[in-house]
């Protein structure tokens, strides 16, 4: 009997008329196993994985397969993204047996849920082969299958340890990091390493304000170039915006079709911050195009943002956004065809699968004449129109705390910049001021329905789906990036209650989570024990969940000058940072948080009637420096802790800017205030 029909995993529904007795994750299912003495086979993967639909196809639709694991086995199937504690303890399992990880996992488990044996995809022949040699060795060779759990428990046991050596996060280590990426960096076409090639969002961050810091000329180069080569390659949908997870090569021409939401937010911050320092109309143009594309493709009315669009269409990766030079053509007559082709790198031998071609930016058209940008942006418009009559990947509209938290403060960030900005003067200013308004209102719907569906009796859950709230407890990231996207959004809006609401998860976080020596459990001192209990302290994907809790311990911080957040940020950042200055690659998030406290943050208030309009205010955020705070509004504002017993000087709008809790005399004019953050 399968039983996942009524799950709320878009994931695990894909799985619901599998011929396997798939059991989600459940004391119930461990307790199957142990009734019946068969071992546990445990199958993670997420909505968006194309190989996990292609074991699926392979293996978990076929009635032999599904006999043969219904014999032998109790099958569980796990959504990584919905149960990331079970995938982090399971992965470390199996890159520790196989020294290497991935999707789908596929893990053999006593019924107390130890792992003895564990691995990613396998062919149907393999996997096969491989069930019939688990059942035989867990009926006549038991001990050493339960010797080879014991050993695995104990080496997911040490990597998850907590308590090791510590170290200050200062400036030597944060330029040594600095110059570690540097010799990394692939100068040829952007990016660190080889293929596959992921984008380093948050390297990048860090890598500007390190730049900021210290005016290193070279931390901003690689950032630009890396910046332009994603943006114009194949990584980036050149049509409706939204970048994918990955490039199956080394310079971005063809990538892994899904669209994450978290890359697409800490992506729409990196272009955010390039465009805010540079002014570069590159930058500025993606991430407006991305920020239209988390609000129109990914945002759910009245809810959140869904967490991905699938890598596959109908089963074949790609097919939505591939082209071929006739298919230009027919799109768009023969002038504008070849037009396109060559702007887009379409050829006749194709650069993807079957003489196709994703779209690729041969040059760049952010400068070139009023006539070529009119034209590209017209062709663009008819090409979406013919993609859109092409059947469309599916969604995963799941909506996952943590990555929703990201998304908030990304627009957040994404709306000041544009304030700063605006002028309407640009050929765009109605395209831009139209992305402006629909972002915010999809931002400001994704914090209400956190705040009134997924905090419950004062916790966060992990994950919603059409207004309904599942039932995994949040994670450590949960609490630490949704705490960070309250602090920006309070921030944007000036509205005290989203900055009680930072404070009171910041609260828990540091009463649930906390462990020996300054560090973080990823998981709750009251959560589901599991056979180890994460605390990985690195950053991947996304942020983890410790350098996501410090940077809203440090944003808090400076939002109300209560030190005690800014000390537990310190000492969490000191358990990271004998990691950062040696791999730096795996530590982005927490050298940016880095940078930040190492230039203060700069704590920034403005006194003004006009919040919206007034020039102090646009200064403020044009020139703040790294990770700094900056509030307006009107003195004593309810609820705003920056600006009490802050008065106008003179009746006129007046700065105050403070560093570490140290503050500066009021300023009241632009002149003086760009003076006091250079």
Same mark, same amino acid.
């Given at each position: 009997?399968?039983?996942?029909?009524?799950?709320?995993?878009?994931?695990?529904?894909?799985?619901?008329?599998?011929?396997?007795?798939?059991?989600?994750?459940?004391?119930?299912?461990?307790?199957?196993?142990?009734?019946?003495?068969?071992?546990?086979?445990?199958?993670?993967?997420?909505?968006?994985?194309?190989?996990?639909?292609?074991?699926?196809?392979?293996?978990?639709?076929?009635?032999?397969?599904?006999?043969?694991?219904?014999?032998?086995?109790?099958?569980?199937?796990?959504?990584?993204?919905?149960?990331?504690?079970?995938?982090?303890?399971?992965?470390?399992?199996?890159?520790?047996?196989?020294?290497?990880?991935?999707?789908?996992?596929?893990?053999?488990?006593?019924?107390?849920?130890?792992?003895?044996?564990?691995?990613?995809?396998?062919?149907?022949?393999?996997?096969?082969?491989?069930?019939?040699?688990?059942?035989?060795?867990?009926?006549?060779?038991?001990?050493?299958?339960?010797?080879?759990?014991?050993?695995?428990?104990?080496?997911?046991?040490?990597?998850?340890?907590?308590?090791?050596?510590?170290?200050?996060?200062?400036?030597?280590?944060?330029?040594?990091?600095?110059?570690?990426?540097?010799?990394?960096?692939?100068?040829?076409?952007?990016?660190?390493?080889?293929?596959?090639?992921?984008?380093?969002?948050?390297? $990048?961050?860090?890598?500007?304000?390190?730049?900021?810091? #210290? @005016? /290193? %000329?070279?931390?901003?180069?690689?950032? =630009?170039? &890396? *910046?332009?080569?994603?943006?114009?390659?194949?990584?980036?949908?050149?049509?409706?915006?939204?970048?994918?997870?990955?490039?199956?090569?080394?310079?971005?021409?063809?990538?892994?079709?899904?669209?994450?939401?978290?890359?697409?937010?800490?992506? $729409?911050?990196?272009?955010?911050?390039?465009?805010?320092? #540079? @002014? /570069? %109309?590159?930058?500025?143009?993606?991430? =407006?195009? &991305? *920020?239209?594309?988390?609000?129109?493709?990914?945002?759910?009315?009245?809810?959140?943002?869904?967490?991905?669009?699938?890598?596959?269409?109908?089963?074949?990766?790609?097919?939505?956004?591939?082209?071929?030079?006739?298919?230009?053509?027919?799109? $768009?007559?023969?002038?504008?065809?070849?037009?396109?082709?060559?702007?887009?790198?379409?050829?006749?031998?194709?650069?993807?699968?079957?003489?196709?071609?994703?779209?690729?930016?041969?040059?760049?058209?952010?400068?070139?004449?009023?006539?070529?940008?009119?034209?590209?942006?017209?062709?663009?418009?008819?090409?979406?129109?013919?993609?859109?009559?092409?059947?469309?990947?599916?969604?995963?509209?799941?909506?996952?705390?943590?990555?929703?938290?990201?998304?908030?403060?990304?627009?957040?960030?994404?709306?000041?910049?544009?304030?700063?900005?605006?002028?309407?003067?640009?050929?765009?200013?109605?395209?831009?001021?139209?992305?402006?308004?629909?972002?915010?209102?999809?931002?400001?719907?994704?914090?209400?329905?956190?705040?009134?569906?997924?905090?419950?009796?004062?916790?966060?859950?992990?994950?919603?789906?059409?207004?309904?709230?599942?039932?995994?407890?949040?994670?450590?990231?949960?609490?630490?990036?949704?705490?960070?996207?309250?602090?920006?959004?309070?921030?944007?809006?000036?509205?005290?209650?989203?900055?009680?609401?930072?404070?009171?998860?910041?609260?828990?976080?540091?009463?649930?989570?906390?462990?020996?020596?300054?560090?973080?459990?990823?998981?709750?001192?009251?959560?589901?024990?599991?056979?180890?209990?994460?605390?990985?302290?690195?950053?991947?994907?996304?942020?983890?969940?410790?350098?996501?809790?410090?940077?809203?311990?440090?944003?808090?911080?400076?939002?109300?000058?209560?030190?005690?957040?800014?000390?537990?940020?310190?000492?969490?950042?000191?358990?990271?940072?004998?990691?950062?200055?040696?791999?730096?690659?795996?530590?982005?998030?927490?050298?940016?948080?880095?940078?930040?406290?190492?230039?203060?943050?700069?704590?920034?208030?403005?006194?003004?009637?006009?919040?919206?309009?007034?020039?102090?205010?646009?200064?403020?955020?044009?020139?703040?420096?790294?990770?700094?705070?900056?509030?307006?509004?009107?003195?004593?504002?309810?609820?705003?802790?920056?600006?009490?017993?802050?008065?106008?000087?003179?009746?006129?709008?007046?700065?105050?800017?403070?560093?570490?809790?140290?503050?500066?005399?009021?300023?009241?004019?632009?002149?003086?205030?760009?003076?006091?953050?250079?």
């Amino acid at each position: 009997m399968n039983r996942l029909a009524e799950a709320t995993s878009p994931y695990l529904l894909q799985h619901a008329d599998n011929p396997v007795d798939w059991w989600p994750w459940s004391d119930e299912a461990f307790a199957e196993a142990k009734r019946r003495d068969v071992p546990v086979l445990i199958s993670v993967g997420y909505a968006a994985c194309h190989w996990c639909h292609v074991m699926a196809h392979e293996s978990f639709e076929n009635e032999q397969v599904g006999a043969l694991m219904n014999d032998n086995f109790v099958s569980i199937k796990v959504d990584r993204e919905e149960r990331p504690d079970v995938d982090a303890v399971y992965m470390t399992a199996t890159q520790a047996m196989t020294g290497q990880g991935g999707w789908p996992m596929t893990v053999f488990a006593t019924p107390d849920g130890t792992p003895f044996f564990c691995g990613t995809y396998f062919p149907r022949p393999n996997f096969v082969q491989l069930l019939q040699s688990v059942a035989t060795a867990w009926r006549e060779q038991r001990e050493a299958v339960l010797g080879q759990g014991a050993a695995v428990v104990e080496a997911i046991g040490g990597a998850q340890a907590v308590g090791g050596p510590t170290a200050p996060l200062d400036a030597p280590l944060l330029d040594a990091a600095a110059a570690k990426l540097a010799s990394e960096y692939d100068a040829t076409n952007g990016g660190f390493g080889g293929a596959p090639k992921f984008p380093p969002h948050m390297n $990048l961050l860090f890598l500007l304000r390190h730049h900021q810091r #210290t @005016g /290193d %000329p070279g931390s901003l180069e690689i950032t =630009r170039h &890396t *910046a332009e080569a994603m943006a114009r390659g194949g990584l980036y949908d050149q049509l409706a915006g939204g970048f994918a997870r990955y490039s199956v090569d080394a310079h971005w021409t063809v990538p892994h079709f899904e669209k994450m939401l978290y890359d697409n937010a800490l992506l $729409l911050r990196l272009y955010t911050q390039l465009w805010r320092l #540079t @002014g /570069d %109309p590159l930058a500025r143009r993606v991430a =407006r195009d &991305t *920020a239209r594309f988390l609000a129109d493709e990914l945002h759910r009315p009245g809810q959140g943002f869904a967490s991905a669009l699938d890598a596959d269409t109908e089963g074949v990766e790609g097919l939505t956004y591939a082209w071929t030079p006739a298919q230009l053509v027919e799109a $768009l007559g023969e002038e504008d065809g070849r037009f396109a082709a060559d702007l887009f790198t379409v050829t006749d031998d194709g650069t993807f699968e079957n003489g196709m071609s994703v779209l690729r930016l041969a040059r760049d058209v952010d400068d070139a004449a009023p006539e070529v940008r009119a034209r590209w942006q017209q062709v663009v418009g008819r090409l979406l129109a013919a993609r859109d009559t092409r059947p469309q990947p599916a969604l995963d509209d799941k909506v996952v705390a943590a990555w929703n938290g990201l998304a908030i403060t990304a627009i957040a960030e994404f709306q000041q910049v544009a304030a700063v900005y605006a002028s309407p003067q640009d050929e765009d200013a109605n395209l831009m001021d139209g992305v402006t308004i629909v972002a915010d209102g999809a931002m400001r719907q994704a914090a209400e329905h956190l705040a009134a569906v997924h905090l419950v009796d004062g916790r966060l859950r992990r994950v919603s789906r059409d207004g309904k709230v599942g039932e995994p407890a949040g994670v450590l990231e949960d609490y630490g990036c949704v705490a960070e996207a309250f602090c920006a959004l309070h921030q944007l809006t000036g509205e005290g209650r989203w900055l009680t609401l930072a404070g009171e998860l910041l609260d828990t976080a540091l009463a649930h989570f906390a462990a020996p020596g300054g560090a973080f459990y990823d998981t709750a001192d009251d959560a589901e024990l599991l056979v180890a209990r994460p605390a990985d302290p690195t950053d991947n994907a996304t942020p983890s969940g410790r350098s996501a809790l410090i940077a809203g311990l440090v944003a808090y911080s400076a939002l109300t000058g209560e030190t005690r957040y800014r000390e537990a940020a310190e000492a969490a950042l000191g358990t990271v940072a004998p990691i950062v200055g040696k791999h730096p690659r795996f530590t982005g998030y927490a050298a940016t948080v880095g940078e930040a406290l190492l230039s203060g943050p700069y704590e920034i208030a403005v006194v003004t009637d006009d919040p919206a309009g007034d020039p102090l205010v646009a200064a403020a955020r044009r020139h703040a420096p790294p990770g700094a705070v900056v509030v307006a509004g009107r003195p004593d504002q309810p609820g705003v802790p920056l600006l009490a017993d802050r008065p106008l000087v003179e009746g006129r709008s007046a700065a105050y800017v403070c560093r570490g809790f140290v503050c500066q005399r009021p300023v009241t004019s632009v002149e003086e205030l760009v003076a006091e953050l250079g």
